[in-house]
């Protein structure tokens, strides 16, 4: 079981990126996939998840209307559009997947795999 986040890029203030978190080794199914972020020197931050089961979505409110999730099933590919990107966006990206239910975003111990993450700089 693999994920893979990728898009890692220097944006623009204002600007916006899509990171694609493909998996492999499984298909999202029966999974669960999630986004977090870690800022320097804070914690890991969930973003935002899609339960693939039942079609589900959940935003944390400080993405809510900015943020967006959604699947590719062809290519096995659960993405996140961000818009509207600032400086304090700057952070290490992570998706995750579980195959537990999961209430709002979840918390970074309730996922049981996770990608690499990849850096998105927010800079002009």
């Known amino acids: 079981v693999q994920l893979q986040a990728y898009g890692r890029g220097l944006v623009q203030p204002g600007g916006s990126l899509r990171l694609p978190c493909a998996a492999s080794g499984f298909t999202l199914d029966d999974y669960a996939i999630g986004w977090f972020r870690r800022a320097p020197g804070k914690d890991r931050e969930g973003l935002s998840r899609l339960t693939t089961s039942d079609g589900s979505i959940y935003y944390g409110d400080r993405v809510k209307g900015q943020f967006t999730i959604s699947r590719d099933n062809a290519k096995n590919t659960v993405y996140l559009q961000m818009n509207s990107l600032s400086p304090e966006y700057t952070a290490v990206y992570y998706c995750?997947?579980?195959?537990?239910?999961?209430?709002?975003?979840?918390?970074?111990?309730?996922?049981?795999?996770w990608g690499p993450g990849t850096q998105v700089t927010v800079s002009s």
């Open positions: 995750a997947a579980t195959y537990r239910p999961i209430v709002g975003v979840g918390r970074p111990w309730e996922y049981d795999y």
